[in-house]
């Protein structure tokens, strides 16, 4: 399988503190990205890493890639309860059609 | 900001009907795509369309699927004869160019097979 897997698939926090999840991957990549999704609710993209990036930064969002472990993180510092969601990484791979490979997401919950 | 938007937002079919399911893509996107997630699992590539026709379509996509674009705004899926395991949300999701870009998704339809 060349899907994502992340880990852990659920963890509990309490809001200020950071959380991190990670994703592994079997296959090269393009590109790497994270997106959320609240119950019930479509996934909104949240960042994208690209094969040749090591460290992204988008507000309180931090995501790494090391191409050599095949593996991604998320590291959401501060946490607010508004940030209890599932999370998936979704990869894209070499190839002549785009396409987003997701894996099983981890649930964040964030207790106030 | 333009967004996707999928109707309905829930569908109950019985099984053996057929359903269409509709999405409206961003305006000015070029590439569509299907995918599915069937409760508390992952979220699982279905097809994906350019160009007025099918790029690549996973083994899920056997041949009660269908996909078409019938006018320039309007991207469906159709179920032709429904079986139980199709319950799932549906999301559509588009992109403007091929490469690089990340997806935007509808809110997805949930398809309900009884």
């Known amino acids: 399988s060349q899907q994502g897997e992340e880990d852990p698939q659920a963890l509990s926090i309490q809001e200020g503190e950071n959380a991190t999840m990670n994703c592994s991957y079997k296959?090269?990549?393009?590109?790497l990205q994270w997106y959320r999704q609240n119950s019930g609710r479509g996934l909104v993209h949240l960042i994208l890493i690209r094969s040749n990036e090591r460290e992204k930064h988008s507000g309180r969002l931090r995501v790494t890639l090391d191409t050599s472990k095949k593996s991604s993180s998320l590291l959401i510092t501060a946490s607010r309860a508004a940030d209890t969601a599932s999370y998936f990484c979704?990869?894209?791979?070499?190839?002549?059609?785009?396409?987003?490979?997701f894996g099983k997401g981890t649930l964040l919950t964030v207790n106030p | 900001e333009p967004e996707v938007t999928q109707t309905p937002s829930h569908q109950v079919t019985q099984m053996g009907q057929e359903v269409i399911l509709r999405c409206v893509p961003i305006s000015n996107h070029l590439y569509f795509y299907w995918y599915r997630q069937i409760l508390g699992q992952k979220v699982e590539f279905l097809v994906s369309f350019y160009n007025n026709e099918i790029s690549e379509k996973s083994e899920i996509f056997d041949d009660q699927f269908s996909v078409e674009r019938p006018d320039g705004s309007n991207f469906t899926l159709k179920i032709r004869s429904t079986k139980l395991e199709d319950s799932a949300m549906y999301f559509c999701a588009s992109i403007p160019t091929g490469g690089g870009s990340p997806l935007h998704f509808g809110n997805g339809t949930r398809l309900t097979v009884t």
């Open positions: 296959t090269s990549i393009n590109n």
């Open positions: 979704a990869t894209v791979f070499g190839g002549s059609n785009y396409k987003l490979t």
